[in-house]
């Protein structure tokens, strides 16, 4: 066993953890926002992902097979595959913000002021990153199994998917576990600026701004898959970097509005 290997795991994990929490208390203590609004935003992500996740499962099985009966060249059937994956997860998350702006946090006489906008996308985006890390624990605890065993092979499934699988997760090496991290803080900060291009959509209402949420968060989701299909991990990260510079200016744009009267800041 690797000890780097493990020490890298289990610094994800935490940093994947504690920079959400972390977030959602220098929200509260620098703005005064409730850490209601931060819990608001990890409940209806799970809310959403409920609904979202059984359709992904039924449709992208027939969705491939019918791709791949089209088109003879991978590359399309990939493109096609990321970019319908990509608009469900839009949709879903993007809309469901608009509903629950719209909706929920009004009966609720919850402000829809940047302070609550800024910390439900930290709850959103936070939520998220917690659940990756457990997942990035679970395999933590694999490696640090599979690697201590004389025979790691011995009574695998005769399937090559998991044998590749296993022997993928033996060869990591430290920097193969970073760019998870590099990504679920990338995608913090995108899920805090989509909320409040969603709030500001509801507040001024410009549905358009929901459509260019909508849009923007589907094209991260598709072209990450493609390139790092096709060009690899590093390269995927690079590409989420190029979406999240927009999103550092829709936060840049937000700061200058935050805490700046008694009231709750609107837009």
């Known amino acids: 066993m690797n000890m780097l290997v493990t020490a890298s795991f289990a610094a994800v994990v935490l940093l ?21 609004i931060f819990l608001l935003g990890a409940g209806f992500f799970v ?18 097979a019918y791709l791949n009966g089209v088109f003879t060249n991978k590359l399309p059937v990939l493109v096609v595959f990321a970019v319908y994956l990509g608009l469900l997860a839009g949709l879903f998350e993007e809309v469901g913000r608009y509903l629950i ?40 605890a694999s490696y640090i199994v599979l690697s201590q065993s ?12 998991v044998i590749a699988q296993v022997a993928a997760l033996l060869a990591l090496t430290p920097p193969d576990i970073l760019p998870g ?3 679920r803080m990338m995608t913090i900060t995108l899920h805090i600026a989509w909320s409040i291009l969603v709030l500001a959509a509801v507040v001024r209402k410009q549905r358009l701004l929901l459509l260019l949420a909508v ?44 805490g700046k009267s008694e009231r709750k800041s609107v837009f």
């Open 16 to 36: 994947e953890i504690a920079v959400p929490l972390g977030l959602g208390l220098w929200i509260v203590r620098r703005f005064g926002v409730s850490w209601n």
């Open 47 to 64: 809310a959403v992902q409920i609904l979202h996740t059984p359709l992904v499962l039924l449709t992208q099985g027939p969705l491939y």
């Open 101 to 140: 702006f719209t909706r929920y946090l009004p009966r609720k006489d919850y402000a829809l002021s940047c302070e609550n906008g800024v910390m439900f996308g930290a709850g959103w985006g936070g939520i998220e990153s917690i659940l990756v890390a457990l997942l990035v624990l679970s395999s933590m």
């Open 150 to 161: 004389p025979d790691p092979f011995v009574g695998l499934p005769d399937d090559p998917a």
């Open 181 to 183: 991290l590099l990504e």
């Open 215 to 258: 849009l923007w968060h589907a094209g991260v989701d598709a072209a990450a898959v493609v390139i790092a299909q096709t060009e690899g991990v590093w390269a995927a990260e690079f590409t989420i970097a190029l979406f999240t510079v927009p999103g550092l200016l829709v936060l840049w744009w937000a700061w200058r509005r935050l």
